[in-house]
Nanobody, 128 residues
């Protein structure tokens, strides 16, 4: 699965950005999708994800109520809409494909080792 990200940038606190993750090759029907982020000097952490089978979603507490993940099957793309951005949201954001067959296991740990493919990363900087 080839993933191509777009949409990062520099914004001020309180503003919004939307990231896109386009899936090449197998369609969204075969893989669930998650977003991770990594701040300088920190480990990569889970942010949000969406199931292939029923479209159910999850959000980490740090972004709940501010971020929304959704998909467009026609465009084979998953989006992460980020509102009310904070300085602590700064980092490189990566989309990731996870085989739907192991999605439940992934949800128990949100461990990057479950990821099949990664996007190239999108820089998000929130600064005044």
């Amino acid at each position: 699965v080839h993933l191509v990200e777009s949409g990062g940038g520099l914004v001020q606190p309180g503003e919004s950005l939307t990231l896109a993750c386009a899936h090449g090759g197998p369609t969204l029907d075969y893989f669930a999708t998650a977003w991770f982020r990594q701040a300088p000097g920190k480990e990569r952490e889970s942010v949000s994800g969406i199931s292939r089978s029923d479209g159910s979603t999850y959000y980490e507490d740090s972004v709940k109520g501010r971020f929304t993940i959704f998909r467009d099957h026609g465009k084979n793309t998953v989006y992460l809409q980020m509102n009310s951005l904070k300085s602590e949201d700064t980092g490189t954001y990566y989309c990731a494909s996870i085989r739907q067959g192991i999605w439940r296991q992934f949800l128990t740990e949100k461990n990057p080792s479950y990821v099949t493919s990664w996007g190239q990363g999108s820089q998000v900087t929130v600064s005044s």
